[in-house]
C-alpha cells in the first residue's frame, strides 16, 4: 500500500530526469503536471458508456443545434400559421352565387331594354327573386311596365307581356281600355284599383245612363308611362289607353265597351278582406 501510494504521487522536478521512455529506453521528460506509475505515463480506466448513449446525446445535440440556428423562421411560420387560423375563423364561409339581369341605370316606366340597359349582378340563390332573367338576350327588346331603380332585378312581371299577370286568379285577362278623356290616365298608376264606368249618349243630345262595367280592378299599364306597347297590343295608338286585369264576367263586360258608348274610371281603395 505504501508502495502505490508513493508510486501514484506527482512526479518531482528531481524525479523526472530518470524517468526512462518506455518504448526506446531512454531518457524521457516528464510532463509537468502528469501522474506516473513504474516510470510509465499513468492512464486511469474508466467505465465503458452506456449503450447508445453517446448516439442519444448526439442526435439531441444536432436537434437542438438545428432549432437554434432556425429559431427566427420557426417563430415567423408559426405566427403565419397562426395568422391563417384566425382569418379562416372569421372569414364566412363563401356562398354560391348565380348570375341575374339588373338595371344599369335608372329606366323609366315604358322603356325599352336595349343592352346598354341591362347589368350583369352576382347573387346569392336565395336573393334572387322569382321570374328573374339570367341571359342579356332574354330581356333585350323587351318593354317595363313599371320604372326601375339602377341595380333593381327586373322580372317578367315588370314587362309588358304574359308576365304582368303573374300571380293573379286563374283565367284573369288583360284588357286593353281606351279612356274618353286622355288626360285622365296621367293620374292613375300600375297597381291603383279602379272602377270602370260606360256612359251612352241619350236620345236627343241627353246624357244617357252610366254602367259600372267593373269595380276593383287593378290597373296593368298606362299610356302615360310611355313606350311602344305595338308588340304587345298590337297598335301604336295609345293616347288614353289603359290596360287592367280582369276575371272573366268582368272582361266579357269590357270587351269592345269603348264602341258602346264612353269609358271613364274613378280610384277605389282596395276592398276589406
Known amino acids: 500500500m505504501a508502495l502505490a501510494s508513493v508510486a501514484t504521487m506527482p512526479v518531482t522536478s528531481s524525479a523526472r530526469r530518470s524517468l526512462p521512455d518506455s518504448k526506446s529506453g531512454t531518457a524521457q521528460s516528464p510532463r509537468p503536471g502528469k501522474r506516473y506509475q513504474g516510470g510509465k505515463l499513468f492512464q486511469p480506466r474508466l467505465a465503458p458508456p452506456r449503450p447508445g448513449f453517446g448516439a442519444r446525446f448526439t442526435w439531441r445535440q444536432r436537434w437542438r443545434a438545428r432549432l437554434s440556428r432556425n429559431r427566427r423562421l420557426i417563430v415567423a411560420l408559426l405566427l403565419c ?11 364566412p364561409a363563401t356562398e354560391r352565387r348565380v348570375e341575374v339581369m339588373s338595371a344599369a341605370h ?7 331594354l336595349g343592352s346598354d340597359d341591362i347589368a350583369v349582378l352576382h347573387v346569392a340563390p336565395g336573393v334572387a327573386p322569382s321570374g328573374a332573367f339570367t341571359t342579356v338576350e332574354s330581356l333585350q327588346g323587351k318593354q317595363l311596365a313599371s320604372p326601375l331603380r339602377k341595380g333593381q332585378i327586373p322580372t317578367d312581371a315588370q314587362l309588358l307581356g304574359p308576365g304582368l299577370l303573374a300571380g293573379s286568379q286563374p283565367g284573369t285577362a288583360a284588357v ?4 274618353a278623356d286622355p288626360s285622365s ?3 292613375v298608376a300600375t297597381g291603383q284599383l279602379v272602377n270602370v264606368v260606360m256612359t251612352s249618349d241619350g236620345e236627343y243630345g241627353r246624357v244617357g245612363a252610366s254602367e259600372v262595367l267593373a269595380t276593383a280592378v287593378p290597373v296593368l299599364w298606362t299610356s302615360s308611362q310611355g313606350g311602344k306597347p305595338g308588340q304587345w297590343l298590337g297598335t301604336n295608338e295609345t293616347d288614353g289607353l289603359l290596360v287592367v286585369a280582369a276575371n272573366p264576367d268582368q272582361a266579357a263586360k269590357l270587351a269592345g265597351a269603348s264602341t258602346q258608348g264612353k269609358l271613364f274610371f274613378t280610384l277605389v281603395n282596395a276592398p276589406p278582406p
Open 81 to 91: 400559421l397562426a395568422a391563417g387560423i384566425a382569418v379562416n375563423q372569421l372569414t
Open 176 to 179: 286593353p281600355l281606351r279612356m
Open 106 to 112: 335608372d329606366l323609366p316606366a315604358g322603356s325599352t
Open 185 to 187: 290616365v296621367q293620374l
